[in-house]
């Protein structure tokens, strides 16, 4: 299954701020997945990415706040833009493989807005 | 509508006792993926098992089984001989159209 490097593994960052967020691929994917996990909660997705097309953003999430590059198969960044403490979040991204239906998933991002 | 129910928010058992954490599922399609996922406090997710609609031979790995009933809709994972180890949280998911449908999530504390 596929690897992937997902940088970096925490931050702390202060309000107004924006964080980049980025994971490596060890091999080509067509669909990148990128989730959100407020503390206590379960998963939720914000957008899928593509390569080659802009991402899809689900009901809640804009492209402003949250702003996605795929520029090829094996790379992926999101944004948090003009963070508050509610962005305090881990921030995950995930691959699907190919036709087994497998999700491979980074290691996540411990992100605290101050 | 997809949905998943993990309605156990937490449990809670002494090391070396069995315990199993329930998954309900609700879905129209006849083709669809189901897995668990274990997040330990570090943060990342644990791939732990896939099972496709039409294989509902239960599983066993080690100390881990699953139950897989489509008639109740269930996809059930049992911990035999709990370890301080298990202590996690565990997430059942139901893959659909590509994207993945999660369960909220049951807490899993194992006591020494």
């Known amino acids: 299954s596929a690897v992937i490097s997902q940088k970096p593994s925490r931050d702390i960052c202060q309000r107004g701020t924006s964080l980049t967020i980025q994971c490596q691929v060890d091999?080509?994917?067509?669909?990148m997945f990128w989730y959100r996990q407020q503390p206590g909660q379960s998963l939720t997705l914000i957008a899928t990415?593509?390569?080659?097309?802009?991402?899809?953003?689900e009901s809640g999430f804009v492209i402003d706040k949250f702003p996605i590059s795929r520029p090829n198969l094996t790379f992926s960044t999101l944004t948090v833009s003009n963070m508050s403490p509610e962005d305090s979040s881990i921030y995950l991204c995930s691959v699907r493989e190919g036709n087994n239906y497998g999700y491979t998933f980074g290691s996540g991002t411990r992100l605290t807005v101050v | 509508a997809q949905k998943v129910t993990q309605a156990q928010t937490e449990i809670s058992v002494v090391e070396k006792e069995d315990v199993t954490l329930d998954c309900v599922y609700e879905t129209r399609d006849t083709t669809y993926y189901l897995f668990w996922y274990k997040q330990p406090p570090s943060g990342e997710l644990v791939f732990l098992i896939r099972?496709?609609?039409?294989d509902e031979q239960n599983e066993i790995s080690g100390r881990y089984s699953w139950n897989f009933q489509k008639s109740t809709s269930s996809f059930n994972f049992t911990i035999t001989a709990s370890q301080v180890v298990d202590s996690a949280v565990y997430f059942c998911a139901l893959s659909s159209n590509y994207q993945l449908i999660w369960g909220a999530g049951t807490k899993l504390i194992i006591k020494p």
């Open positions: 099972r496709n609609s039409f």
């Open positions: 990415a593509n390569q080659g097309s802009e991402a899809t953003y």
């Open positions: 091999s080509q994917v067509t669909m």
